[in-house]
């Protein structure tokens, strides 16, 4: 038996995500302080009197693959952060990548413990036509980015049976889909419904249509794609299962695919 199979849900989630909320400005300050110690430099794209949004990139010498990373654009969605904040600290990456952090990019929901962001705006919604500030000073610095051979967007489903994880591949390029579920399913249940937010799914892999005009409303993997991809994974960590598992299901989704781009960093 898997050690993921004696993982049982708390059954806090009626309605809506119910668990622990974080302390986002403490989780932001250490993983951007983390960074800085370890030579990323930090990007400011928005700053106001209650927050800032802010990136980290971390440029690797005669680099030759762009990583992108993104988490809590939900603020109901703690794992995804407090997973960045980890890899940051834990700083093993793969040798000749520069990658591109965006730890936080609703940072106002957290405190709220809600979806959207303080204005009550789905920030995953908003990346055809921005309306929020956060995601217009988003889009603007994608805009002076270069493109990335792989985007990986890290949520929570407070739903979910298990793990699963979105793959967008237009041009069936190499999948790292299969390996993700069989390294998470070491740590995380997976989801293994045949029908995933009305989406086909098998064995927690989702390959929704990557056709524009089935999504008229954008989320962030969706622009990715048409402006800065041609492979991404948005990974979904089950929020009725304990934090700490969730966080665990995440980091593992991504040192896979950072694994898959070549030989770790001792």
């Not at 974080?22 to 800085?36: A, E, F, R």
């Amino acid at each position: 038996m898997k050690p993921s199979a004696s993982i049982q849900r708390l059954g806090l989630n009626h309605g809506r995500y119910l668990g622990e909320a974080i302390d986002i400005h403490q989780v932001l300050h250490d993983t951007i302080k983390s960074g800085v110690e370890q030579g990323w430099h930090q990007e400011s794209m928005l700053d106001t009197e209650s927050y800032s949004l802010l990136a980290l990139h971390r440029k690797s010498t005669a680099a030759h693959r762009r990583v992108y990373i993104s988490s809590g654009i939900h603020g109901d969605e703690p794992a995804g952060p407090l997973a960045m904040r980890q890899l940051v600290t834990e700083n093993v990456w793969p040798e000749r990548t520069d990658i591109w952090l965006c730890p936080c990019l609703n940072p106002t929901g957290f405190p709220l413990n809600q979806r959207e962001n303080n204005a009550g705006l789905d920030l995953n919604r908003q990346y055809l036509q921005p309306e929020a500030d956060e995601i217009r000073a988003h889009v603007r610095w994608l805009g002076n980015q270069p493109t990335f051979d792989v985007a990986i967007c890290l949520h929570e489903d407070w739903e979910s049976n298990g793990f699963y994880v979105y793959e967008l591949n237009p041009e069936n390029g190499r999948s790292h889909a299969e390996k993700i579920i069989r390294r998470v399913s070491e740590v995380c249940p997976i989801d293994m419904s045949p029908e995933i937010e009305g989406r086909e799914a098998h064995g927690g892999i989702v390959r929704p249509s990557v056709d524009p005009r089935s999504r008229p409303q954008w989320p962030e993997a969706f622009y990715l794609l048409a402006h800065k991809t041609r492979l991404s994974y948005t990974m979904e960590a089950p929020s009725d299962f304990p934090l700490e598992i969730r966080v665990a299901a995440l980091m593992a989704g991504v040192r896979v695919v950072l694994s898959e781009l070549g030989e770790i960093r001792k």
